[in-house]
């Protein structure tokens, strides 16, 4: 079963501009994860934020949550087109820490 | 520093047949996992293992088994391959130590089965 879901599924937009990703999720939680996946690759880790915070940033990377309503969100500001890729968000499983349950995935294309 | 790398990269198997992917990795991580990804989803738990000699079924254990003889590796084997394990499939590894476990993800395995 899928603890993260993300929304949208794909997301198309011109280089400069910002995308935004969202992600839901159903049980408690310790800490989120944020991957990328460029085609044909494994996932990278990007970002991670625990449930005591509630928004965090990496270069152009912020990502925030907010436990009561299980939802994260990804931004990417002043996109480029190396950015096309898959994202996915990872909360850590109910019966361990260690273990990741990943979202299905949102699709970003960015255009030059 | 290689990382996690997968051995082979791409294979081909008929029904039935059988076949190990390797996973290997030079971080001196405890915790090795191996993921199945099908199209327009995420990732999803096949086995993984907490150290040498151990592991444990995740989300989608049937018709594959591992193995954890050194602390470096984790095999998967199909012992009779079907058309629905036509996959990607993604090593990690992770350290032990304080979560949260950040992974790191091998470069993928993809396998037909026809």
């Known amino acids: 079963s899928q603890q993260g879901e993300e929304d949208p599924q794909a997301l198309s937009i011109q280089e400069g501009e910002n995308a935004t990703m969202n992600c839901s999720y159903k049980t408690s939680i310790n800490n989120l994860q944020w991957y990328r996946q460029n085609s044909g690759r494994g996932l990278v880790h990007l970002i991670l934020?625990?449930?005591?915070?509630r928004e965090k940033h990496s270069g152009r990377l912020r990502v925030t949550l907010d436990t009561s309503k299980k939802s994260s969100s990804l931004l990417i500001t002043a996109s480029r087109a190396a950015d096309t890729a898959s994202y996915f968000c990872?909360?850590?499983?109910?019966?361990?820490?260690?273990?990741?349950?990943f979202g299905s995935g949102t699709r970003l294309l960015v255009r030059p | 520093n290689a990382g996690v790398t997968q051995t082979p990269k791409f294979r081909v198997l008929k029904t039935g047949q059988s076949m190990t992917l390797l996973c290997a990795q030079d971080?001196?991580?405890?915790?090795m996992y191996w993921y199945r990804q099908d199209p327009g989803m995420g990732l999803r738990l096949i086995h993984y293992?907490?150290?040498?000699?151990?592991?444990a079924k995740g989300e989608v254990p049937d018709g594959y088994n591992v193995s954890r003889l050194k602390k470096q590796n984790f095999l998967l084997g199909l012992e009779s391959a079907a058309p629905s394990q036509t996959s990607v499939y993604f090593c990690?590894?992770?350290?032990?130590?304080?979560?949260?476990?950040?992974?790191?993800f091998g470069p993928g395995t993809r396998l037909t089965v026809t």
């Open positions: 971080m001196n991580h405890e915790y």
């Open positions: 990690a590894s992770s350290y032990i130590g304080q979560p949260p476990y950040e992974q790191y």
């Open positions: 934020i625990r449930s005591n915070e």
């Open positions: 990872a909360t850590d499983a109910p019966d361990s820490s260690y273990k990741l349950i």
């Open positions: 293992s907490v150290g040498e000699g151990t592991t």
